[in-house]
Nanobody
Framework: QVQLVESGGGLVEAGGSLRLSCIASGSVVSINAMGWYRQAPGKQRELVATITKSSSTNYADSVKGRFTISRDNAKNTVYLQMNSLKPEDTAVYYC?????????WGQGTQVTVSS
């Protein structure tokens, strides 16, 4: 089993920045890729960014050039640096960890961007 705990969400004005963190614990050696997803009210959960164990990254088109995902394997932590935030980035952001057999989710952290 893997446990994920997110932090770093909050309220920020448009154009501002936030950095989300996600600490993994438990069977972390089984994790292949980690990522961030988000879900806005009334919408489906969508991919924001993913990063593999070898640090290959993938981003949603809507965040390319503004968000950066990174990971510190020694700390079992993945980060999401969010710059130039827009009101449409408002959502609950969820950390995800993917192993060979399972897909794990954190509890989510709220990000609210005011216009």
């Amino acid at each position: 089993q893997v446990q994920l705990v997110e932090s770093g969400g909050g309220l920020v004005e448009a154009g501002g920045s936030l950095r989300l963190s996600c600490i993994a614990s438990g069977s972390v050696v089984s994790i292949n890729a980690m990522g961030w997803y988000r879900q806005a009210p009334g919408k489906q959960r969508e991919l924001v960014a993913t990063i593999t164990k070898s640090s290959s990254t993938n981003y949603a088109d809507s965040v390319k050039g503004r968000f950066t995902i990174s990971r510190d394997n020694a700390k079992n932590t993945v980060y999401l640096q969010m710059n130039s935030l827009k009101p449409e980035d408002t959502a609950v952001y969820y950390c995800n960890a993917l192993s060979f057999l399972n897909n794990y989710w954190g509890q989510g952290t709220q990000v609210t961007v005011s216009s």
